[in-house]
């Protein structure tokens, strides 16, 4: 089994930054990527950005060039460093771990951590 703890989330203005970590514990072995989703009240949960063991990093398109993924493979941690926030990207974001696909289960995620962007 593998546990993730999610950090950094609060209440920040509009235009302001925030970063989020997530760290990886337990039964980390094959891990393939992973990503942050968002889920705002009453909508669907989406994918913010995700990257891979090898480095390949991809986005919404909501946060491009505002937010950055980045990943320490030896400490397995990810972190979300999220800039020129919008009240849009009001939402709980989670941490989402995802392993080689003959790992079972393979597909972890965190308790979320809420971010709130004020107007």
């Known amino acids: 089994q593998v546990q993730l703890v999610e950090s950094g989330g609060g209440l920040v203005q509009a235009g302001g930054s925030l970063r989020l970590s997530c760290a990886a514990s337990?039964?980390?072995?094959?891990?393939?990527?992973m990503a942050w989703y968002r889920q705002a009240p009453g909508k669907q949960r989406e994918m913010v950005a995700r990257i891979t063991s090898g480095g390949t990093t991809n986005y919404a398109d909501s946060v491009k060039g505002r937010f950055s993924i980045s990943r320490d493979n030896a400490k397995n941690t990810v972190s979300l460093q999220m800039n020129s926030l919008k009240p849009d990207d009001t939402a709980i974001y989670y941490c989402?771990?995802?392993?080689?696909?003959?790992?079972?289960?393979?597909?972890?995620w965190g308790q979320g951590t809420q971010v709130t962007v004020s107007s």
């Open positions: 337990g039964n980390t072995f094959g891990i393939n990527a």
């Open positions: 989402n771990l995802r392993k080689d696909p003959w790992y079972a289960p393979n597909d972890y």
